[in-house]
């Protein structure tokens, strides 16, 4: 755990300025984000309200109807804490209507239409709001793609995204997010009874561990497995971070002319700022 | 003459906006303007202060001839004032340095073009620029200096060769980018603080860290700038992460008595250095 240990007083310092500095430089004053009761999005929203001050953030709390009641409750408890404003929008009539005409849908299906039905609420609330959307995915589940392309990833600026699970834990003890959003078992809460430990098949210390060793002491799969982690939880690992490379990546393009956007024509995203 | 044996030096912590080099030309003219009025004999503006970091393809754009407008612009007010300032030079061949230059009595008087383009991990210099040649000390009003770029801090050979030239001064500045936060102070803060409080010790010589502060890309640049004596004592310290202007006086005279105590840089062995790296570069070739 120890190599996983952040000092929380300097990533909120290195972070709240991150969303300061690449809010403001783009015009804008305040951010939205997208808040399901989970520990992640509500340690955005402690982030984004102590950067940019709790009457510039807005939380969108968007359930289904099969949505736990807990999520919204932890959502909004979240944010009465804050003192941020909330909206809710129950996306339940547009998905049951989609899903009208496609009675054969899996459940895969149902989980990612949720999560890109909610990327478009918050971005057209942003857009009405004059506010940018704020990300919540955190390392650890970008690296295994364990997300919706363009649903929950989707967002301008992400304060989590080189925060492991186990340290937006750390991070979210050290800002006083309620305890009981910390302790209760991840969810993307898509389907009844879903957790993401169940399914993923292994803890989220497990894999942070084995990760932070992967990604960034960048040690090989033989030294790993030396370490005493199982060969066949090295191999699963591994798979799922390269099989889910797409979803870090823009989509590809044809390359034909001489100078090709992102290969060759290569601009600062803050060109100009 | 002998040179001045005291001055005030002021080192300007600030947050380029990234390619907008008429908006940066203020925020340098604005400071230069106070550092006169306030006295100050040497102002220090971090690595690119004048375009910003993550330039890509926009390092052509904003790249600049030493005798364009902009130096010119600047040179007018180094009749008052030393100023270090961070650029990106175009050379009449068309390639182009991460540079920094320093002026003095109305003039550019030397540049140093960064020789270790870091292109590794998240750097890619070597891409955009061209690495500079050459390592050579300057004469101040207040006595010889060397400038270095970031990453040529990292390679000993760089400030060996400026102290063997002759040094009081070692000015080195930087676009850092912080990453690291298992403690306290960010990962690579710590790092540089043992690199420049040696230099300041084995070269005996003032060291001047400039860094920026700001946000591109995502990254963080995390300022800390500072002033370290030639005992290898920190004089003076900007705080991390926030833009700052650090004020600090020096005195050659501490060079003096730091070199009293222990004739290091003197007592160096030039010609020895110099065989025993011949001697390592024919093995070399010879593998």
């Given amino acids: 755990m120890s190599e996983l240990k952040i000092d929380c007083a300097l990533a909120t310092s290195i972070i709240t300025g991150f969303l300061r500095n690449e809010i403001t430089k783009f015009g804008f004053e305040r951010g939205i984000v997208g808040m399901s009761g989970g520990v992640d999005s509500t340690l955005s929203a402690f982030l984004t309200a102590k950067a940019l001050g709790p009457d510039n953030v807005t939380g969108v709390i968007m359930p289904y109807k099969t949505s736990k009641p807990d999520s919204r409750e932890h959502a909004e408890l979240a944010a009465a804490q804050l003192g941020i404003r909330t909206e809710v929008i129950d996306i339940t009539p547009q998905i049951d209507a989609y899903f009208a005409r496609m009675p054969d849908a899996d459940k895969l299906r149902r989980a990612n239409k949720m999560a890109r039905e909610r990327m478009a609420v918050l971005y057209d609330r942003s857009q009405a709001l004059r506010a940018l959307v704020i990300g919540t995915s955190n390392k650890t589940e970008a690296l295994l793609g364990y997300t919706t392309l363009w649903g929950d990833m989707a967002c301008a600026i992400n304060p989590l995204g080189d925060l492991y699970k186990t340290q937006v834990r750390q991070l979210a003890r050290y800002l006083g997010v309620p305890q009981v959003i910390i302790d209760k078992p991840p969810s993307a809460d898509l389907w009844q009874g879903q957790t993401d430990e169940g399914e993923l098949g292994f803890t989220y210390e497990e894999v942070d561990k084995l990760l932070f060793r992967l990604v960034d002491e960048r040690k090989s799969r033989d030294e790993l497995i030396e370490e005493g982690f199982a060969p066949e939880f090295v191999a699963r690992v591994i798979q799922m971070v390269q099989g889910s490379q797409y979803k870090r990546r823009m989509p590809l393009i044809a390359k034909v002319s001489t100078r090709s956007i992102n290969r060759d024509f290569r601009y600062p995203r803050d060109w100009g700022r | ?287």
């Fill in chain 2, 1 to 287: 003459m002998r040179p001045a044996s005291k001055l005030k030096v002021r080192l300007v912590q600030l947050n380029p906006r990234l390619g907008d080099v008429e908006a940066n030309v203020d925020l340098h003219m604005e400071a230069i303007k106070q550092a006169i009025a306030d006295d100050v004999s040497l102002i220090i503006f971090p690595e690119l202060s004048l375009t910003g970091y993550y330039l890509r393809d926009l390092a052509p754009e904003v790249a600049m001839r030493v005798e364009g407008p902009v130096m010119s612009q600047l040179a007018r007010l180094s009749k008052e004032i030393g100023i270090v300032v961070g650029f990106v030079e175009e050379d009449e061949q068309f390639s182009f340095f991460i540079a920094q230059a320093y002026l003095e009595g109305g003039a550019v008087r030397h540049v140093h073009r960064k020789v270790y383009l870091p292109t590794y991990g998240m750097f890619d210099e070597g891409r955009y620029f061209t690495a500079g040649r050459r390592l050579r000390t300057l004469r101040s009003k207040w006595g010889p200096m060397g400038i270095l770029i970031c990453e040529d801090l990292w390679h000993p050979s760089a400030p060996y060769v400026l102290s063997q030239s002759g040094m009081y001064y070692l000015i080195a500045c930087a676009s850092s980018p912080g990453r690291g936060i298992h403690d306290q102070h960010i990962a690579t803060a710590g790092t540089y603080a043992n690199i420049l409080t040696t230099y300041a010790q084995l070269f005996q010589v003032y060291v001047l860290f400039c860094n920026r502060v700001g946000y591109e890309e995502g990254v963080c640049f995390w300022g800390g700038s500072c002033v370290i004596g030639p005992q290898g004592v920190s004089v003076a310290a900007a705080p991390q992460l926030e833009p700052a202007v650090l004020d600090a006086e020096l005195d050659v005279a501490a060079i003096r008595r730091v070199r009293l105590q222990a004739p290091l840089t003197d007592d160096e062995n030039l010609d020895l250095t110099i065989r025993e790296l011949e001697r390592v570069r024919r093995e070399r070739a010879e593998d």
